[in-house]
């Protein structure tokens, strides 16, 4: 936490799950959480799992839970406006002169759920970019409060583990790493590509 600048040392917690994960939340630079499940603190000897840990110490001096839930709150608030906006042009479209005619009260509705559920999908994808660009920018930190081959390991580490089918954790959403293919919407790169990125430091 000194090396990553903090003011303060985050809470540490340990909770019972089988796969390696870690994540961390919290509101601001002094108030946040570092939480570990028991499958990493097992699978990983001490150098990966303090890796591991300026990962997600990185997360926190970089701000990156704060603004990502910022950038979730405006693209959601965008996606509202603009499918309603649009609801609303094309009742006006289809109404006639005398202004009979238009979408109706359901259309409306049903119209404006559409245009909510295709436009949160595009805004997924520039929200899932900047996701990734933080993983990378996490390991980077990490590689420089430990060092690269730490953070490597411990990556090379969770590749092993991604291999072996395990249940989903009900921490998913917030874990350091995904098995997935990686695409426009992937939220994490790939294993592969953070190791390299890593191995070029």
């Known amino acids: 936490s000194r090396k990553a600048g903090l003011p303060e040392v985050p809470e540490v917690g340990i909770y019972q799950a089988p796969r390696p994960n870690a994540f961390a939340t919290g509101p601001s630079k002094k108030k946040s959480l570092l939480a570990f499940s028991t499958g990493l603190l097992s699978a990983m000897d001490r150098h990966e799992v303090e890796a591991v840990a300026a990962h997600e110490i990185s997360h926190i001096a970089n701000g990156d839970m704060v603004t990502m839930t910022l950038l979730t709150g405006v693209m959601n608030a965008f996606v509202m406006f603009l499918s309603r906006i649009i609801a609303q042009l094309l009742d006006s479209f289809l109404r006639d002169d005398e202004g009979r005619g238009g979408l109706g009260f ?28 933080r993983e990378y920018r996490a390991d980077a930190g990490a590689a420089r409060i430990t060092s690269p081959a730490a953070m ?25 790493s995904s098995s997935k293919r990686v695409s426009l919407f992937s939220t994490h790169p790939s294993l592969e590509d953070r190791v390299a990125r890593l191995r070029s430091m």
């Open 106 to 133: 359901l259309g409306y509705i049903l119209t404006v759920m559409v245009l909510e559920t295709f436009l949160m999908l595009l805004a997924s994808i520039p929200l899932a970019a900047f996701s990734r660009r």
């Open 152 to 176: 490597i390991s411990a990556l090379q580490r969770l590749q092993t583990a991604a291999a072996a089918p395990q249940p989903k954790d009900s921490f998913a959403m917030a874990k350091i």
